[in-house]
């Protein structure tokens, strides 16, 4: 079982950064998946960036070169250094955590990955 809290989320207006943070403990492997995820209302949740324990990331397009994934080992915490926000990136934004689903072509979608955390709220205002 592994367990997910993340932090960090608020609100901001257009053009602001935040970092997001998430907190990985329980029976995790020395070789994983880590991703961040949001879920915006009446919409399904989307995968926006992922990274695995070689620290290889992919993005999803409308997030890059404005968001960065990454990760503190010693810590066990997994971060998302979000700038440039935009009011479409107005969701709840979700960790997650899987041995292989950032492998595949199907990183992005949801029920690739096995544990979820509770999610945090991120709001964008123009």
């Known amino acids: 079982l592994v367990q997910l809290v993340e932090s960090g989320g608020g609100s901001v207006q257009s053009g602001g950064s935040l970092r997001l943070s998430c907190v990985v403990s329980g029976d995790t492997y020395s070789s994983y998946c880590l991703g961040w995820f949001r879920q915006a209302p009446g919409k399904e949740r989307e995968g926006v960036a992922v990274i695995d324990s070689d620290g290889i990331t992919r993005y999803t397009d409308s997030v890059k070169g404005r968001f960065t994934i990454s990760q503190d080992n010693a810590k066990n915490t997994l971060y998302l250094q979000m700038n440039s926000l935009k009011p479409e990136d107005t969701a709840i934004y979700y960790c997650?955590?899987?041995?292989?689903?950032?492998?595949?072509?199907?990183?992005?979608?949801?029920?690739?990955?096995?544990?979820w955390g509770q999610g945090t709220q991120v709001t964008v205002s123009s």
């Open positions: 997650a955590y899987d041995l292989f689903a950032a492998h595949g072509s199907s990183w992005f979608l949801a029920r690739s990955w096995a544990y």
